[in-house]
């Protein structure tokens, strides 16, 4: 279903002369797994965002999954998200940034 409601909209807005690009953004627990207490993991759930990203991409739905560039810095030890929060902070927002530019422009820099 929620494929299928995305395809809706992307065709909408294709209608419409607009490209959508969606952006998977995963949450913190995901990015920072390791450093959550055994205990406190106990029942979350793997995240759904590589297969998710999938099946956009056999439907034809432009996507960026922001999860492999925050898993990226996160092993080389950054922090992306305020350490009280759950919302990015500039380190975060600056990948987030980059990876949305690079999947619009790609290493052209230009739109085709």
């Given amino acids: 279903h929620v494929i299928h409601s995305m395809t809706n909209i992307a065709t909408l807005a294709s209608d419409r002369g607009m ?11 995901t990015i920072y797994f390791d450093a959550i207490p055994a205990p406190a993991r106990n029942g979350m ?3 759904i965002l590589p297969e998710l990203e999938s099946r956009m991409r056999t439907n034809g739905l432009a996507v960026v ?3 492999p560039a925050f898993k990226a810095a ?3 030890g950054e922090l992306l998200y305020w350490r ?4 990015w902070n500039a ?3 600056a990948i987030a940034a980059e990876a949305i530019r690079a999947a ?3 290493p052209s820099g230009s739109r085709p």
Wanted: a negative charge.
């Fill in 45 to 47: 759930r793997p995240t």
């Fill in 65 to 67: 999954n922001l999860l």
């Fill in 19 to 29: 490209t959508l690009l969606f952006v998977l953004v995963p949450d913190k627990e």
């Fill in 91 to 93: 380190e975060g927002v």
């Fill in 104 to 106: 619009w422009y790609g």
């Fill in 74 to 76: 996160a092993a080389k």
């Fill in 84 to 87: 009280d929060d759950t919302h």
